[in-house]
Structures are given as C-alpha cells and as structure tokens.
C-alpha cells in the first residue's frame, strides 16, 4: 500500500509499508510509471523518491527533456534522447495553428518589395579567415561560414556562426563560436573559432543559432532530423559563464492546459522575445507554407492555447513565407525583432518591429531594410541574406546575417535612422 505524501511536476515522494524489504533496489509500477527506485529501509517502513516519468501520461517533467551535453560520447544515449524527443511531434497540433494562421492572415499588401538598403555592410567574414577547431584541437576546414547571432558585453563581441566543413553542406552544419573586440568588427575579419553545438546522428544538421536578449547564455538553434516523416525541432542550449561550451539542452516545448508537453513536427525561427514571450515560427508542410507566431513562455515551454498567429507579420498573398531573425532590447520596456519574408521568386527580404515587453507589436517598417544586392556578393543561394543576430550598440545598431547561405556580412545602421522607417500602427 504506497501513499502519495508530496507531489510536484518533477518528483513523487511516497511512504509505505512492505514486510520483509531486503533489497536496496527495487522495480515498482505505477500505471504507466516504471523506474528504478532506490530503497531507504526504517524496519518494516521505507521511504523513496521516484523521479517522474508520466504520472498521468500526458506530463512530461523537464528533467526528461534535458541532456547534459558532456555525455554526447555516449551516442546510444544520445540517441535514445532523440527517439525520446521525436516521440512527442504531435501533428494534429499543427491543424490547430493553421486554422489560427488562416483567420489571421490578411489579404492586404503592407510590405513593400523595393527601396534601398538603409543598412550599410561594415565588415564581413569568409570561410578561409574563419579558422576553426574542434574541441581536440584539430583545425576544420570550411565551405560556408553563415546565418551568425551576435551579443555585446561592452567591447567585446560573441559571435555563434554556422559552418560546414570543406566537405560538407548547407545540410550538414555546425555552430561554432568566436570572440572579437568591437572595433574588429569592420572589413574583411579573421576570426579564430571553436566548435561549439554539432550534429552528432547520421540523419542530423544544427542550424541558426539566435541569443537570447535578456541572458547571453541561452542559445536557441535549430535541428533537422532527416529520419522517418523528417522534423525541424528549435532546443534551447545553457552555456558556461565563459560562452564557449554548452552545458545542456532541451527542446522548445508546448504545454497543453492539461498539461500534456508536446513538439511540433517543423518550426525553425524560434526564440524567445524576453523571459515571458517566444516566438514562434510554425512551418505548415500541408499548404508549403509559415507565418511568426507568439506566446508565453514558461522557460523552455510555451502555452500552446496562448500561442497566436502576429496577423501584420504572416505573409501576405505575394509572399510565401515569413519568419523571425532576432531580436534586441532597445529600452526598457521595448525589443527590435528583425523579421524576414520571402517572395514568389524565394528571395529574402529583411524588415524591423518594435514589440512591447507584453508581445504586442507597436510599430514596423514597410518597406524592407536590407534588400539582397548581387553586388555585394554572389553565393550558391543568390538572393539570400538571412539574419541571425542583432545587437545594439551605443547609438548603433548591428546586424549579422549570411549571405547567399556561404558567407557573413556585419550589418550596421544607426538607431535614428532605423526608428525614422517605422511606422506606428
């Protein structure tokens, strides 16, 4: 007979009674909840703690979704946490955020396609300047070096930059991270690297890294995971206080009323707005076709009743596709998300927000800021900038993003000429 005598969402404490208790271990079932659990015996009396599995089997305690990044040696259990986390895709999830996306998606056209870049390229990254090693010290090198986030502590800049060996692809990427000063960050840049987040399955890529703008050792990425139906899953990774090694990670999960935790089956392009918001980037197979969501956050879990469609930002009817960059804490109580569409003829074009610290979206420009310019560069995906970083600093705002999916460009513009292309709505 076991009696629940404390309850939280990542332990069970029970007391109970079993005569004749020998052994320091034992196997207990209960419902659907199986695990070892260590014994303290007090005579006929014990006490233990279980950790949580599925209580009720819609609860799925964080602990189980966390993975200590030391243990990536061990690939079968590397493995079994990817089988774990693939296991709670939940597609008919999706039908619910395309019925949202599709009540709120306007016929308007409020961006515009034309103007000029109001951002001036400052400096740039090619793949043979960026020198990168892995954590044995052996030098990788690179076909791409693309899609960075950026933080500013001061002078000193953290760069997280996507890569792909000399024998590689868009396909098969890592992360890796670098360290400038500020006033390194103009012309061509040489930069030494280490590796940082990378793909450890066959089936596997890591993309897109983005920081978050209120703590700079959160570091949101993308991974694909070509097995089965495919999935593009967002984790969220906790680095050390030097930013150069990942302690843990987990993915950005969506939490029910009820409580069920799931993932959806694609949604690239996410990362949290502030410690209460994220956003959300669903990416709808069914219709080819995705928009920028937000709701609250609860660490790594999102509310998924709350979860809505931002009806300015879904595409318009000339636009296949939008999606979050990154975002950048202007002033107390306001954040500048750089947002990105993308056209019938699939070329990028990059706009700004102003969100408030609730989420709600204040101002935007309409027409772009940075319009892709075969001048500038011409990579294996022409007509592509796509950013991952934004930071400000001093009266400067400074963007990094990939070109062409091969190189980085350093954006940068100064705030007021920025605030002059937004329009209030």
Known sequence: MFYVI??????????????????????????????????????????????????VSSKVPRDYCLFKYKELSNIGKYGDYVSYVLAKINDKADKVLLGKFMKCRKKDKIRKKYGKNVCRIKGYILPNTLEVFSSEGIRIPLRIASNPAITIKEDRVLLYIRVASI????????????EARINEMSGEIRLTARELLYPIMPYENVEDPRVDPLNDKELF???????????????????????????????????????????????????????????????FRSIGTGGIFIGPRDEAVVSFRELNPISELLPQEDEIKTGGNAVAKISSNEYLLIYHCVDRHRVYYTYAAILSDDGELL?????????????????????????CGVAKYKDEIIITAGKDDEI???????EDDLFEKLENL
Not at 167 to 178: C, E, K, L, M, Y
Not at 261 to 272: I, P, Q
Not at 408 to 414: A, E, K, M, P, R
């Open 6 to 55: 404390r309850y939280d969402l990542k332990r069970i404490w029970f007391v109970g009674f079993e005569p004749r208790t020998n052994s320091s271990y034992k196997r207990k079932r209960y419902g659907r909840l199986v695990q070892w659990v260590r014994i303290w015996e007090a005579g006929n009396m014990f006490v233990f703690i279980t950790t949580l599995n599925k209580w």
């Open 167 to 178: 024998g590689g692809d868009f396909n098969v990427t890592s992360i890796v991270h670098a």
């Open 221 to 283: 990425h993308v991974r694909g995971f070509d097995v089965g139906n495919g999935a593009v899953i967002t984790f969220r990774a906790l680095l050390n206080e030097d930013h150069n090694e990942v302690l843990l990670m987990e993915p950005i999960r969506f939490r029910e009323e009820d409580g069920e935790e799931f993932v959806l089956r694609d949604y690239r392009d996410t990362f949290s707005l502030n410690d209460k918001y994220m956003i959300v980037r669903p990416f």
């Open 363 to 387: 101002s935007m420009t309409k027409e772009p800021i940075i319009v892709p310019s075969s001048g500038d560069y011409v990579g294996r995906r022409p007509g592509t900038v796509f950013v």
């Open 408 to 414: 980085v460009l350093i954006y940068s513009i100064h």
